[in-house]
């Protein structure tokens, strides 16, 4: 039996995050966050990873880097940022106030059998988050945080901002947007008007 | 002082004459032009004493963001990140960093991102720590295994002119490419 410490659901949750877009560039970690943002509506302004686990908030400092004008929302699960620590670090370093990192968190690896993630054994990733330096860090745990997170994405920052949602332990209807890496980016680079070779 | 190296064809696209006596002691500084001149904009890297001048100069440098980072996949994250956005980057790591970033690798094989990555050889040259050895002998191999273009420097000539092609391979054909900058090129390491 699966133990959760919150009742969200996490569909609703990055529903509510992607309502209003308003020129969020989105990334997404591999599994149940692509499925989550696909489901909440396909978009040439979202990056979808089936793969490269650890790296959707890196390519967010990357992007957010070359396009400081835009913010840039990175949603990934809590095993995929477990993966990246060290990188929690480096973004903080560069701190850019256009990037949100934004962290699905069911306390398990939902993927592959709902083993216990360390945030299930108590880690808390907005202290890490805060420990590094992000100018704000905080989780959430109901509709309301998760309505202060989307507000936030919408509002000016003083650096990087780090958000923790716990959300039930499921794994709703997979929701799968194309595999083909090289048409999603190209796709992507033209929602910022950018060619292709 | 001129480099002894083994006689080779002259370079028949050459745009200009380079000064070998100088390249020797300002290679670093002829790199950072060469990069600035494929329109690098970012630079990752976990440092390595022979990328310390070029980390320098891009330190130095209000058009280029520079990132340190905790791990070398870090950097094929970021670059994979910039491309996105439209910027260029160059990732700089030693060889042993190389098996650090093996999965992330199918980041940009499986986007065709462009990647430029300059790698210090360790291992392979009057090496002193024999825990450079293993990375040493498996970074090509290792690079090569997963899809990502070798290329390979052992004069501050040949440095230049091959991080140029890479860079036009890079961006322009979006390639992933890695130059690595052999341990006789950056010299003995003191002690």
Known sequence: MVTSVSSLDRREAVARLLARRDGLLVITGLGSPTYDAHAAGDHDGNFYLWGAMGSAALIGLGLAQAQPDRTVVAITGDGEQLMGLGGLATIAISNPSNLVIIVIDNDHFGETGMQKSHTGHGLDLAT?????????????????GVEQVARALHSPASGARFFAIKVRAENPPRSLPARDAVYIKNRFRAHLGLGTI | MVRKTAARPAATDAPERLDHALLDAEWPEQLYRVLKAAQV???????????????????????????????????IAIA????????????????????????????????????????????????????????????????TAMGIRVMRADTPRDLIETVESAAALAFEAEQQVAVLLSQRLLGRKKW
Do not use: K
């Not at chain 1, 890490?128 to 309301?144: H, K, L």
């Not at chain 2, 022979?50 to 870090?74: C, K, M, P, Q, Y």
């Not at chain 2, 491309?83 to 199918?106: E, F, T």
């Open chain 2, 41 to 75: 904009r970012q630079v990752s890297y976990v440092p390595d004493a022979g990328h310390s001048a070029l980390i320098r100069l891009f330190a130095a440098d209000r058009e280029v963001v520079s990132n340190v980072l905790t791990t070398e996949e870090e950097g």
């Open chain 1, 128 to 144: 890490v988050a805060q420990s590094c330096g992000f100018a704000e860090a905080c989780t959430v745990r109901d509709m309301a």
């Open chain 2, 80 to 143: 994979t990140g910039a491309w996105l956005g439209g910027s260029r980057s160059v990732l700089l790591l030693q060889s042993s960093g190389v098996g650090n970033c093996v999965n992330m690798l199918s980041l940009v094989t499986m986007t065709r991102t462009p990647l430029l990555m300059l790698v210090t050889m360790r291992g392979e040259w009057a090496e002193f720590n024999p825990w450079q050895v293993p990375m040493g002998l498996a970074t090509a191999p290792v690079l």
